[in-house]
């Protein structure tokens, strides 16, 4: 069966310094991945996407950046965070062989900058 | 451009009662409507999926949606609310054609009252 990990599940970093975020993805082959970002426990924000190995595509620009040197993984960066970085950050999946299929999230990770 | 409205912040019903949690959507072409549902500091549940035929469909854990074409609506119920479903509630919408984009609404939150 597939399953998607993120980690870690919690972080706390000051402003300025690096992020890296990391979700794999098992069971499944070429899927498409995304991150979003939940702000205040309420609406997501799709901040990139990926169809497959290196393709990346960003929704809103800003101060992160997103990669994909696997097939099954997606990583999320910044080299300086910002305070407004802050918030909850989903990584999910969806596989590529039925466009009518749902979209599978990870736990995300509570990311705050202090 | 695609874009789900849930027209509720907050939905309050009491334990045993029926509940309703409303999405009103916009798309190009026939759309893909979806349920998730989100606990605290988890990621998002898939609950159920609207793709064609049957205009009320039937999901996870005793849910059901009312696809309705011409109001561009699908509303989620269950006819008898339990504490546990207490959550928050998201509506997406997929257009059938592009790169698979998901747009989500702002959520809804029931709270069930005991």
């Known amino acids: 069966s597939q399953t998607i990990h993120q980690w870690p599940a919690t972080l706390v970093q000051p402003v300025g310094s690096p992020l890296s975020l990391e979700c794999t993805v098992e069971?499944?082959?070429?899927?498409?991945l995304y991150w979003y970002r939940q702000a205040a426990g309420r609406g997501l924000q799709l901040l990139f996407y990926?169809?497959?190995?290196?393709?990346i595509s960003s929704e809103v620009p800003q101060n992160l950046s997103a990669s994909r040197p696997q097939d099954r993984q997606f990583i999320l960066s910044s080299k300086k965070l910002l305070l407004s970085d802050s918030g909850f950050y989903l990584c999910?999946?969806?596989?590529?062989?039925?466009?009518?299929?749902?979209?599978?999230f990870g736990n995300g990770t509570r990311l705050t900058v202090t | 451009a695609q874009s789900v409205a849930q027209p509720e912040d907050q939905v309050n019903v009491a334990e045993g009662n029926p509940l309703t949690v409303k999405c009103t959507y916009s798309?190009?072409?026939?759309?893909?409507l979806f349920w998730y549902v989100q606990y605290p500091n988890r990621g998002l549940q898939f609950l159920l999926k609207?793709?064609?035929?049957?205009?009320l469909v039937k999901g996870s854990y005793g849910f059901e949606a009312e696809f309705n074409k011409s109001q561009t609506s699908f509303h989620l119920k269950k006819p008898s609310a339990l504490v546990s479903d207490s959550a928050l509630y998201f509506c997406?919408?997929?257009?059938?054609?592009?790169?698979?984009?998901?747009?989500f609404g702002t959520g809804t939150k029931l709270q069930v009252i005991p």
């Open positions: 990926s169809v497959g190995i290196g393709q």
């Open positions: 997406a919408v997929r257009a059938p054609g592009g790169y698979q984009k998901v747009t």
């Open positions: 069971g499944t082959s070429n899927p498409n």
């Open positions: 609207y793709i064609t035929g049957d205009n």
């Open positions: 999910a999946w969806i596989g590529t062989g039925s466009r009518s299929s749902p979209l599978h």
């Open positions: 798309v190009s072409g026939n759309p893909y």
